[in-house]
């Protein structure tokens, strides 16, 4: 069972991911940018990924590399523009091979009860492109992602 | 006489800026992220523009700070996603004190006769707040910024 919320309004730019996490944002806000923990949980489960560079500060340089169970890579980078933990990262995205940078807001909000609400803006250059990105794959990823991070987190708290 | 054109279309969270000037995209390109000649064009001429930084590479940081003749200041950073010169630059933008940050990409193409033509676009967090930047004067600012740089351009070619 999935708790997240994608949206993508039509003729728009962007797309908004809402999850509510049982932990404090300040874990949940750590993790999402522990280079450790990356592999645990960013993407699908078949795949493999490593993290090639994740420097969690102001114009540092992030690049993950995911490869499929046939052997083939997939790497995606960005920079961060800001790092203001446990509230704000924002950085840009880049799926290597494409030629578009997006722009991604996470916010990380508390919640009663020690609970933490994420959510994640990613700007696209266009609606097209947007579009292209949900016609891939894209929302099923990212439901399997939020779970796998759902599930890291609760095996640390 | 201006030459710019900006393109802000309805309901669109971009605003596209075109210019062509009269050198060879090596140049116009080096010198759009040239600290020395920044304080020469970037901004209206009522303002005095210093660099606070401008490290043009992959992570660098730069921040502009402007100030009017009254002396109040205005500052403007971001980093750069992207720098491949002469071809193209992306970096996050954003003026301090509105809590938002857009993405700019900005291209340079060589046209017949050793001239160039730039392309910038700027995509905003959202529709509302690329109205709220052209309403704010954006647009004459943006003309006059080219003006002075296309002047800039005349005066070393």
Redesign the interface.
């Known amino acids: 069972m999935s708790k997240t919320t994608i949206i993508a309004e039509p003729?728009?730019?962007?797309v908004i991911v809402h999850r509510t996490f049982e932990a404090p944002r300040e874990l949940v806000s750590r993790m999402w940018i522990d280079p450790a923990f990356i592999p645990e949980w960013w993407g699908p489960s078949v795949m493999t990924t490593t993290v090639d560079s994740l420097?969690a500060a102001?114009?540092?340089?992030w690049r993950f590399i995911s490869r499929d169970p046939a052997g083939n890579e997939y790497a995606y980078n960005?920079?961060?523009?800001?790092v203001t933990l446990p509230e704000r990262l924002?950085h840009?995205y880049?799926f290597e091979g494409i030629d578009a940078?997006?722009?991604v807001?996470v916010t990380f909000e508390s919640l009663p009860g020690g609970r933490t609400k994420l959510t994640e803006?990613t700007?696209y250059?266009s609606i097209r492109i947007r579009d292209g990105a949900l016609q891939s794959g894209m929302t099923e990823g990212m439901l399997e992602l939020f779970d796998r991070f759902a599930a890291l987190l609760a095996s640390r708290t």
């Open positions: 003729n728009k730019q962007e420097e102001r114009g540092g340089i960005g920079v961060y523009h800001e924002v840009t880049e940078v997006a722009l807001t803006t700007l250059p």
